[in-house]
């Protein structure tokens, strides 16, 4: 079956901008989570939903970052007024349910702030 | 917060060798996984593991989960030009919430 994707693939966003990016979960999958990921470095955790229940927003780094579920499936994490320092890949995984940790990642979204 | 600590940073080995490289922490964690990542691409899962001691293949890959938890090494036999990649570590542990984290990477390039 299809995997984890995302869009867009690349976008570029003036500072001051909002942007939205999406994520379409392999489908069944319970458990989604963003992650952020700078040049060079691993992934960071931003956000973990189950279902359409947002349990966990510990990691977005400022009250600019907001991800919804609305219907448990697709997500959307949007960034509003971007500054340069957001600029990264924003990473989407999925898991089916109780394994949590065996999460599949997609191709990310590859942000970059002028 | 928790860290992982993955070493070599990156590595440059002739085609046919053997590589290995680790990743230790301070903090325990319950589950380990290796994951690749190429450019452009999101990480790929390679091998999970559950339980310390654990030694799990996966054709030319082979992990081990390190006894007290805090560390764990991938081995790839027989290295191959399409092996190159970042190799990410990651480890869980749900004291320190339902999230990977994940070291800085090898980076490994393969010279044919």
């Known amino acids: 079956g299809a995997g984890v994707s995302q869009s867009p693939r690349y976008k570029v966003a003036k500072r001051g901008q909002d942007v939205a990016l999406r994520c379409d979960p392999i489908?069944?999958?319970?458990?989604l989570f963003w992650y952020q990921q700078a040049l060079g470095q691993g992934p960071e955790f931003l956000t973990y939903?189950?279902?359409?229940?947002?349990?966990?927003k510990s990691g977005l780094p400022s009250d600019r970052f907001f991800a919804e579920r609305p219907e448990g499936s697709v997500s959307t994490l949007k960034i509003q007024r971007t500054q340069q320092e957001d600029s990264a890949v924003y990473l989407c995984?999925?898991?089916?349910?109780?394994?949590?940790?065996?999460?599949?990642f997609g191709p990310g979204t590859r942000l970059t702030v002028t | 917060g928790q860290q992982l600590n993955q070493s070599p940073q990156s590595m440059f080995i002739q085609e046919g060798e053997d590589v290995s490289m680790n990743c230790t922490s301070s903090?325990?964690?319950?589950?380990w996984l290796w994951y690749k990542q190429e450019p452009g691409e999101g990480p790929v899962l390679l091998i999970a593991?559950?339980?310390?001691?654990e030694l799990t293949s996966n054709g030319r890959l082979t992990a081990q989960f390190g006894i007290t938890r805090k560390d764990s090494f991938l081995n790839i036999s027989a290295s191959i030009p399409s092996d190159v990649g970042i190799y990410f570590c990651?480890?869980?542990?749900?004291?320190?919430?339902?999230?990977?984290?994940f070291g800085a990477g090898t980076i490994l390039r393969v010279k044919s």
């Open positions: 995984a999925s898991s089916l349910g109780g394994a949590t940790y065996e999460q599949y």
């Open positions: 489908s069944g999958h319970v458990s």
């Open positions: 939903f189950q279902n359409e229940a947002q349990l966990d």
């Open positions: 903090s325990i964690f319950n589950t």
């Open positions: 593991l559950y339980k310390a001691g």
């Open positions: 990651a480890g869980f542990n749900m004291e320190y919430g339902n999230k990977l984290v």
